[in-house]
């Protein structure tokens, strides 16, 4: 726990670091730009990608700051103060924003945008890239110290907090909603591969990119790995969780589950890999945000940016509300 603490409060120290300084810069035939975290938002939102930007400094910044500052609240109350009442709920909220929490990627996302055009221009890293990568490295690790079974042991006096049985009632709700998110999911597919991603404009003249289309030209570029990276992040990844949870999901319904084992392994893998298809959308974000030099060189988000943000979101709450308790009482019925 003090160790969690720790590594808490640094990832939040640094931040705060990044935030003020400059992130990253672009230069090319003469001119230049450069964005800092803050300013970049403010970009997007002066282009009129409101959503775009809120989706970023809500995922990148805001959410890690809140998930922060309830881990450092609650491990100090750990060490110092006898268990509250608000200290359960504080937890919960804890444990629903962290899957939403996505610094981690972000970081990655930036390193796959500056890999796609240093060919077309200079780049410069600058005071607050350094602190964020800090503050990623920080802020995963304290997640992966944070003991919350013990932190939910010491607040509910040695007891886990209760769970509500799985009624027939409550495995049926779980199926439809289920069902009801991977449609939408599979809707919003088709204009997320469809429609443009992103749009190039290089002294004029509009080039759209989907996103096979930016796999295939980072592979004829010679960037392998990050063609590797973007397809299965952004087609792979989305394509499997859809099938493996309605693959999971029918066979609940219809018991016909085989090796539960092995499902719930498969379960556990796409909940938690779902969220790393964020990239794209990042990467897209950054480009955005620096690379804009009027007519010379400028980038704008295509129609399949939202689409895919969407895309994404609601595969993560398919995951979040399938139960899978479900599969373990596919195992109970199968031994009586």
């Known amino acids: 726990m003090p160790l969690a603490l720790a590594l808490s409060i640094s990832a939040m120290i640094f931040l705060l670091l990044s935030l003020p300084f400059n992130f990253l810069s672009f230069r090319a035939n003469g001119q230049q730009n450069s964005i800092d975290l803050p300013g970049g938002l403010h970009v997007l939102i002066e282009q009129d990608y409101f959503s775009l930007a809120l989706i970023t400094g809500m995922a990148t910044l805001v959410l890690p700051g809140l998930v922060l500052t309830g881990l450092i609240t609650l491990l100090t109350a750990r060490l110092t103060v006898a268990p509250q009442p608000w200290m359960k709920t504080l937890l919960k909220w804890v444990e629903a924003l962290m899957p939403w929490s996505m610094a981690e990627i972000f970081l990655l996302g930036t390193l796959v945008s500056l890999i796609k055009i240093t060919s077309l221009a200079d780049i410069a890293i600058g005071m607050s890239f350094y ?49 009801a998110l991977l449609f939408t999911a599979l809707i919003l597919y088709i204009p997320a591969n469809a429609l443009p991603i992103m749009t190039t404009e290089l002294f004029g003249d509009a080039e759209p990119n989907t996103i096979m289309g930016g796999v295939i030209s980072l592979w004829q570029s010679g960037s392998y790995p990050v063609a590797l990276v973007i397809f299965f992040a952004s087609i792979v990844i989305p394509v499997g969780k859809l099938i493996v949870l309605a693959r999971l999901t029918y066979a609940v319904q219809f018991h016909e589950l085989n090796k539960p084992e092995r499902q719930i392994r498969y379960y556990r893998f796409i909940e938690f890999i779902g969220r790393w298809s964020m990239i794209d959308v990042f990467v897209v974000a950054i480009l955005v945000a620096l690379i804009q030099l009027g007519s010379t060189l400028s980038i704008h988000p295509g129609p399949a940016a939202l689409a895919f943000c969407g895309l994404v979101f609601i595969t993560m709450l398919a995951a979040m509300t399938f139960d899978s308790r479900l599969i373990w009482q596919q195992r109970d019925r199968a031994d009586l």
């Open 131 to 179: 602190a964020f990568v800090l503050f990623s490295v920080c802020m995963s690790a304290a997640l992966f110290y944070f003991d919350d079974t013990r932190l939910k042991l010491w607040l509910y006096n040695g007891n886990l907090p209760y769970i509500a049985p799985l009624t027939p009632q409550l495995s049926s709700l779980s199926i439809q909603r289920t069902w």
